[in-house]
């Protein structure tokens, strides 16, 4: 029991990030009806800017905030280099243009800071807290309050404020909301660099848990790619009750039947819900809001 | 001098030339209605006019300043509002949250647009209940009130109304007319009908659209008098109750 609930508490903190990293995925996803396969890139980025920042000497706080604008600033770059050029198109190219972002950013980063894996030390000075049975891990702790802070502000955002509605409504019909006069691009401006800094704090959350990593991108978007089908593809609950339910899987799988398949149960589940239940948790819904 | 005038309009669609040569006016504070058969080019006539579709050649004065080539953005701020074919209510978001984006052409607080849509719902009290329904629950006549009070948030000077009268049922077709005909006492309007019935009914003055082209305009009782125009363009002999 007190392994359970150790287990329990590192299972949401592993799934909050990729539960960040999800709703990267389905906002971008809602807004241009493209899955952006460089979304774990911007984890990746995000982690390694974390790391030249702390290298040059700045303090932990001030890292933090050159890392989410360098992330805000990809972002608009993203937006317009990727996306824009293509948007008249079909799918297609755009899911290709992705997938050679992604590509081009990884490749930057190792010839720019080559293969060796980072270490990011966590924002605490102390390593955690016993309470009871259970030990409570900071950065683990951190990254579990920073997501549900940001979920609360992702609901008040989009469901509060008519900043929110213009993307809702952008996102579900663009030819429409340009006859309102809302400015399509600059809504779609504004969702890159929000799916941006969400990747981005992702990977600064999980970086000290992890290794700073080439790697740590696609590993992470894998398995946010396979929450927000768990959730039902382009539902925000989903993303986010998607990526929590996959941290918890693998951890308990890891603990209880084999470790060196850790990897694998994600994607058990994963195969298990395409066959089963393809359109996901909340898929069945007709329409849904953000 | 026509609030709307329309030049020689030719809109083409790759290889297809949906607009060859249109030229209209619609003057202010008139009802103009476009009648015609399905792809005739009336839907591709609005979306020229609010920006949806690009002008191949010929020109579109609004006050008389060129409008054509211009984006929807642009042109909804101008003062042109088009509720397009198929209502196109933002399915996942509520009926006022929907009416209260129609003042996005405009800066105005938060809190004055809300009042604004509160009040749009003394025009349309049928919709009252529905204030925070989503609108995919919505039935297609409901729709419809909530597209057109949507447009009217606008503030438009000029109203561009494509089939509102589309798949529903004749009551439901009577209250939009009647609400068509409560609009025109502060907004021009140029509506889009394949009912010439209704459409006319309504009208100061209508033109009939024949495969992108204009072949007839005149005043609802001269089109309805023409007994051969009447067979073959306006479908049918039923008489003009307006």
Not at chain 2, 62 to 74: K, M, R, T, V
């Amino acid at each position: 029991m007190d392994l359970a609930l150790q287990l329990l508490f590192t299972g949401i903190g592993i799934g909050a990030v990729y539960a960040l990293v999800a709703l990267g995925f389905v906002l971008i996803f809602r807004a241009t009806n493209v899955v952006n396969f460089a979304q774990g890139e911007f984890s990746m980025v995000a982690a390694y800017l974390m790391v030249v920042a702390i290298e040059a000497g700045l303090p932990y706080w001030a890292a933090f905030i050159v890392a989410l604008l360098g992330m805000a600033l990809l972002g608009v770059i993203f937006n317009l280099g990727v996306y824009y050029p293509l948007r008249h198109r079909t799918y297609l190219p755009v899911i290709i243009a992705t997938i050679g972002a992604s590509i081009l950013l990884a490749n930057s980063v190792l010839a720019i800071y080559g293969p060796q894996p980072q270490v990011l030390e966590g924002w605490f000075e102390t390593p955690g807290i016993q309470v009871g049975p259970v030990y409570l891990d900071s950065q683990y702790l951190l990254i579990i309050g920073v997501t549900i802070c940001l979920v609360i502000f992702n609901f008040w955002f989009f469901e509060k404020t008519l900043l929110g509605k213009k993307l809702q409504a952008t996102s579900q019909d663009k030819e429409m909301a340009s006859l309102l006069g809302i400015s399509v691009s600059t809504m779609i401006m504004i969702t890159f660099i929000y799916s941006a800094v969400l990747g981005g704090l992702a990977g600064i959350l999980v970086a000290p848990v992890l290794f700073v990593s080439i790697q740590m991108g696609s590993t992470i978007a894998l398995k946010a790619f396979a929450a927000t089908i768990i959730g039902g593809f382009g539902d925000v609950a989903g993303a986010i009750i998607g990526g929590l339910a996959l941290g918890v899987i693998e951890t308990f799988g890891a603990a209880y039947v084999s470790v060196p398949y850790k990897d694998g149960f994600a994607f058990l589940v994963l195969i298990a819900f395409l066959i089963f239940r393809p359109q996901g948790i909340f898929g069945e819904r007709v329409a849904e809001k953000a | 001098m026509p609030l709307l005038e329309i030049r020689n309009l030719v809109v083409r669609y790759g290889e297809i030339e949906a607009l060859r040569g249109v030229t209209c006016a619609v003057e202010q504070g008139q009802v103009v209605t476009l009648l015609g058969a399905n792809g005739a080019g009336k839907s591709t006539t609005l979306r020229a006019i609010s920006g949806l579709a690009k002008p191949t050649s010929g020109d579109i004065l609004f006050d008389g300043n060129s409008i054509a080539g211009l984006g929807p953005e642009a042109i909804v701020r101008m003062g042109i509002s088009h509720v397009p074919e198929g209502r196109r209510v933002f399915p996942g978001l509520t009926v006022k949250e929907n009416i209260m984006l129609g003042a996005s052409n405009r800066r105005a607080p938060t809190s004055e647009i809300s009042r604004e849509a509160d009040a749009m719902f003394d025009l349309f009290p049928d919709i009252r209940k529905f204030t925070n329904a989503l609108g995919w629950t919505l039935s297609g006549g409901q729709l419809q009130m909530v597209a057109v009070a949507r447009g009217l948030m606008a503030k438009p000077r000029l109203l561009l109304l494509d089939e509102p009268s589309l798949g529903l049922a004749p009551v439901i077709v009577q209250a939009v007319f009647k609400i068509i005909s409560e609009i025109r006492r502060n907004t021009t309007v140029l509506l889009v009908e394949q009912n010439a019935r209704m459409g006319l009914s309504v009208a100061d003055y209508g033109y009939v659209l024949e495969t992108g082209r204009i072949v007839l305009g005149g005043k609802p009782d001269e089109l309805w008098g023409n007994e051969a125009i009447r067979a073959a363009y306006l479908g049918g002999h039923a008489k003009v109750s307006a």
